[in-house]
Every structure is written in structure tokens, then in C-alpha cells.
């Protein structure tokens, strides 16, 4: 899998876990999953890399709980075990 497809997966993960993902230049080290307003959501930095795009979201993501519930390819499923792990 391209990580460009790795990253659209995640971001697909993150809407079926009613996390709310936005695109923002942040300065290419930025980015990460965060709690705003009672909200969860996603920053994606724009002027980062793909692979510390792909990186920063799946470390997000792979904390959460309700990942058990979700249909996820097997690459998917890796890549946040991969992360689950470092965390």
C-alpha cells in the first residue's frame, strides 16, 4: 500500500470514530490528535512530509479504544499496532 492510500485510510478511520480531521500548515512539525472544545480532532500539517503525516495520525489514532470495533485492512491494522506499541 502507498502511504498516500496508508494516510486516506487513516483519515477514513477517523471520521468512522467521529473524530474530526483538519488540514492546516503548521509549520511541517506540527500535528497530532487533540481535545478542542470538547471535540476531538485531528490536525494534519500540511507542510509536513507524508511520512510524518502518515506517522502523526496513525500515533493518534492508535490509542483508541473503539479500533477493536472497526473493520480495518490489514496494512491499517499494522501500521497502528506498529505505533500502539512506540506509544
Known sequence: MQLQDLLTELLDL???LNIEVRHAPLGGAGG????LRGRRVLF?????TLPDQ???TATG??????L???FLLPQVRQT????REQG
Not at 497530532?32 to 481535545?35: A, K, Q, S
Not at 489514532?61 to 473503539?66: D, I
Not at 497502528?80 to 505505533?83: D, F, R, S
Open 54 to 56: 502518515v506517522a502523526r
Open 68 to 70: 477493536e470495533d472497526c
Open 32 to 35: 497530532g490528535l487533540c481535545l
Open 80 to 83: 497502528l499496532e506498529q505505533y
Open 14 to 16: 477517523a471520521g468512522r
Open 44 to 48: 494534519v500539517d500540511t507542510q509536513a
Open 61 to 66: 489514532l492508535a490509542q483508541e479504544p473503539q
